[in-house]
């Protein structure tokens, strides 16, 4: 069993930066590829950016590429999401999520998730 825990959500105005973290117990964290992901209310959870187990490779969103940056430190069992440049519309829960494979854009690859935190970006 994989636990995630995330941190760093808040208020922020557009133009202005958040870094969440998600911190992971439970099962060797380094065999895992992470993904984050977005809810806004009323839609369908989105994929924002992955990362594979190794941290070598990552994945964006068209929407958040340029702005968005994603990396893990496996020594300290977490991975992080550098917001820069935040918008309205990138304002929701973001959720971290895990699984034993390859990095997916794809929600329902990932068996592992956490409670998620509130972004919110005000114009």
């Known amino acids: 069993q994989v636990q995630l825990v995330e941190s760093g959500g808040g208020l922020v105005q557009a133009g202005g930066s958040l870094r969440l973290s998600c911190a992971a117990s439970g099962r060797t964290f380094s065999d895992y590829s992470r993904g984050w992901f977005h809810q806004a209310p009323g839609k369908e959870r989105e994929f924002v950016a992955g990362i594979s187990w190794s941290g070598d490779n990552t994945y964006y969103a068209d929407s958040v590429k340029g702005r968005f940056t994603i990396s893990r430190d496996n020594a300290k069992n977490t991975v992080y999401l550098q917001m820069n440049s935040l918008k309205p519309e990138d304002t929701a829960v973001y959720s971290c999520?895990?699984?034993?494979?390859?990095?997916?854009?794809?929600?329902?690859?990932?068996?592992?998730w956490g409670q998620g935190t509130q972004v919110t970006v005000s114009s």
């Open positions: 999520a895990a699984r034993t494979y390859g990095t997916s854009r794809d929600p329902n690859d990932y068996k592992y």
